[in-house]
């Protein structure tokens, strides 16, 4: 059975990376999402996709230099025209509080270097701990950089390689780096990729599925997962309804 995430609550229905998308998806009965993460000039965990402002709340600026408590008075609904209320940028913690039936998160971490990646994973797992989300959580990048710093350091949950372009092998990157889930983009994925990966022991999630004919595609191929902006139409395919 394919499980579906909404992509950044359910992008395409809400505001991104806010509490009404994640409400958006769970109301759809989709209780997996993925999320994007980035560090505040306080190093608290900010559920938000781009490393600057403007796009999602207007302002200039980059997110790492405003505190926590900063961002969370700026109103990010920009990224869906036409949303009548405001949305605050929330931190990971806020969205725990206020989600608790979401069962699994894909936390995409936006890092660049060793030092950040010690800070956020760090902080990751502070909150998996004091939330007990052990078996609810994977940490997703594209960053080689903090996957390999996962893996030397012993992290204690489990990663993902994020892979958009596949200019490199993404089966063997996956395995070097020690994940248990590879994010591909769904054009990297075809059904011999798919097998190889999956005989390897790897979670495969594709995104970003949007077009319910490529949802049933992609769900025929036997993908362990798909993200997705529409919540709501995944869980229509997925159940036979589309």
Not at 57 to 85: C, I, Y
Not at 170 to 184: M, N, T, V, W
Request: with cysteine; aromatic share 6%.
């Amino acid at each position: 059975m394919t499980l579906i995430y909404g992509h950044r609550g359910a992008r395409a229905e809400a505001p991104e990376n806010t509490l009404p998308s994640f409400q958006k998806a769970l109301d759809a009965g989709v209780t997996r999402v993925e999320l994007d993460l980035h560090l505040s000039a306080d190093q608290q965990l900010m559920v938000i996709h781009d490393p600057t402002l403007k796009r999602t709340t207007g302002l200039r600026g980059k997110v790492a230099q405003h505190t926590a408590a900063e961002l969370t008075r700026m109103d990010a609904r920009l990224g869906l025209p036409g949303w009548p209320t405001p949305c605050p940028i929330p931190t990971l913690e806020q969205l725990l509080q206020a989600c608790p039936q979401i069962e699994h998160y894909q936390l995409e971490v936006k890092s660049g270097s060793e030092r950040q990646s010690r800070i956020v994973l760090n902080a990751i797992m502070a909150l998996v701990e004091r939330y007990q989300l052990h078996d609810k959580v994977v940490v997703t990048s594209a960053s080689r950089t903090l996957l390999r710093y996962a893996k030397r350091s012993g992290f204690a949950l489990p990663t993902g390689l994020v892979e958009e372009y596949g200019l490199l092998n993404p089966l063997k990157s996956a395995r070097r780096y020690g994940c248990q889930y590879l994010i591909l983009n769904w054009k990297l994925c075809n059904a011999e990729r798919l097998r190889q990966a999956q005989a390897q022991g790897l979670h495969v999630s594709v995104w970003t599925v949007n077009d319910a004919a490529r949802m049933q595609q992609l769900i025929n191929m036997g993908v362990d997962s798909l993200i997705t902006d529409y919540p709501a139409r995944a869980m229509e395919v997925s159940q036979g309804r589309g």
